[in-house]
């Protein structure tokens, strides 16, 4: 039975690397579950023994982002007072270096959020304890329409920033400039 286990895991673990390989060529709208199947080297069949459809594949990924979000937080140099700079900019660098990390993936989710409203709604659910947890970071600020809502305009505008910019690496500022821009522009909205 433990074999079994392993290689059943194994094929998963394959079969989302393939489809992140996938993500990055060609979109997760444009992919379909037999190219994932093809790049992993696997038979169609097995695809559906892992996730029954490919948002059900992409929910694993998110989750999987999710579990390593909550080891980042554990990261020596996490601060979790917003009041303070260092703290907003520390979550900004982070969030920057996690999303060109996993540009292929947070691509992937930002698109079907868009095609699909009960995907949209589910990885809002899986995502609402890390708001929680930004909204935590504001205790010491009294942020317009209060903690939860600043901290869904914060990870909103971290989120959109961070994309705009790999959709489109070198616009007006480099990385560095962008980082801090956005840090002060986060940090002076939430502190008003």
């Given at each position: 039975m433990g074999t079994r286990r392993q290689q059943a895991a194994q094929t998963e673990a394959e079969l989302k690397a393939a489809a992140i390989r996938v993500f990055a060529r060609v979109g997760y709208l444009n992919t379909k579950i037999t190219d994932i199947t093809v790049e992993a080297?696997?038979?169609?069949?097995?695809?559906?023994?892992?996730?029954?459809?490919?948002?059900?594949?992409?929910?694993?990924?998110?989750a999987d982002l999710l579990a390593e979000g909550d080891v980042h937080a554990g990261l020596a140099g996490h601060l979790d007072?917003?009041?303070?700079?260092?703290?907003?900019?520390?979550?900004?660098?982070?969030?920057?270096?996690?999303?060109?990390?996993?540009?292929?993936?947070?691509?992937?989710?930002?698109?079907?959020?868009?095609?699909?409203?009960?995907?949209?709604?589910?990885?809002?659910?899986?995502i609402e304890p890390d708001l929680r947890h930004i909204a935590g970071h504001m205790a010491g600020l009294r942020p317009p329409g209060g903690p939860l809502v600043a901290a869904s305009f914060f990870t909103t505008t971290?989120?959109?920033?961070?994309?705009?910019?790999?959709?489109?690496p070198g616009p007006v500022t480099g990385e560095a400039e962008t980082i801090e821009?956005?840090?002060?522009f986060l940090h002076t909205g939430l502190g008003g």
């Open positions: 080297g696997r038979a169609t069949g097995s695809f559906y023994k892992h996730f029954p459809s490919k948002e059900k594949l992409l929910e694993a990924l998110l007072d917003f009041r303070d700079r260092a703290a907003v900019r520390w979550h900004v660098a982070v969030y920057w270096d996690f999303y060109r990390e996993h540009r292929a993936v947070m691509s992937a989710l930002q698109q079907a959020a868009i095609v699909d409203e009960e995907f949209a709604r589910r990885s809002r659910e899986m971290l989120s959109s920033v961070t994309a705009a910019w790999f959709a489109d821009a956005l840090t002060t």
